[in-house]
T-cell receptor
Framework: EVQLVESGGALVQPGRSLRLSCAAS????????MHWVRQAPGKGLEWVSG??????????ADSVKGRFTISRDNTKKSLYLQLNSLRADDTALYYC???????FGSGSYYDSWGQGTLVTVSS | QSVLTQPPSASGTPGQTVTISCSGS????????VNWYQQLPGTAPKLLIH???QRPSGVPDRFSGSKSGTSASLAISGLQSDDEADYYC????????????FGTGTKVIVL
């Protein structure tokens, strides 16, 4: 059974940094692209970032480009998201999601999701 | 921020068919496949339909998807009370550097 467990969410002040983690199990982690998707309170879903199986391509939403960095460690079966220069509108539940393929892009879809980790940005 | 437009809500009585539309453009739905996700209250999203009309194993055939041009739709037939949830369409968008985009979401209400 595929399991994705996010951690690292917290209450942080604007301008500060945070690192989210996602521990994967139940599948061959290094064969799949991975993503972060977020959901602000009471709002819809927003794709944040994606990374290929071998980390050689990463993509970001315009709203986080230059501030967030996605990475992965296939030896640890873990996905990460470094969040810098946090703003109030980054407040959201951040989901880790498994792609159906090894490269993200056209044809991607998310066949497994974690339960999310909450990031709250407030002074 | 969402580039895929869905109606905010849709409703029906048990047993009826509800259809949700998803309107996009040439750079997303017009060029790429559409996926649908179901989010039950208080839970993570779940893949419902992928590649326009494909159902993952375990998804009842009451759920069906279709795509035409720059629009897509999700139909729920034989509506049940536990279908009450938020539904999101999604597609890759080729504009800028490429990104995945979600629809605005539709809340399905079972009357």
């Amino acid at each position: 059974e595929v399991q994705l467990v996010e951690s690292g969410g917290a209450l942080v002040q604007p301008g500060r940094s945070l690192r989210l983690s996602c521990a994967a199990s139940g599948f061959t982690f290094d064969e799949y692209a991975m993503h972060w998707v977020r959901q602000a309170p009471g709002k819809g879903l927003e794709w944040v970032s994606g990374i290929n199986w071998n980390s050689n391509n990463r993509g970001y939403a315009d709203s986080v480009k230059g501030r967030f960095t996605i990475s992965r460690d296939n030896t640890k079966k873990s996905l990460y998201l470094q969040l810098n220069s946090l703003r109030a509108d980054d407040t959201a539940l951040y989901y880790c999601a498994k792609d159906q393929g090894d490269y993200f892009g056209s044809g991607s879809y998310y066949d497994s999701w974690g339960q999310g980790t909450l990031v709250t940005v407030s002074s | 921020q969402s580039v895929l437009t869905q109606p905010p809500s849709a409703s029906g009585t048990p047993g009826q068919t509800v259809t949700i539309s998803c309107s996009g453009s040439n750079s997303n739905i017009g060029s790429n496949t559409v996926n649908w996700y179901q989010q039950l209250p208080g839970t993570a999203p779940k893949l419902l339909i992928h590649t326009n009309h494909q159902r993952p194993s375990g998804v009842p055939d009451r759920f069906s998807g279709s795509k035409s041009g720059t629009s897509a739709s999700l139909a729920i037939s034989g509506l049940q009370s536990d279908d009450e949830a938020d539904y999101y369409c999604a597609a890759w968008d080729d504009s800028l550097n490429g990104r995945d985009v979600f629809g605005t979401g539709t809340k399905v209400i079972v009357l």
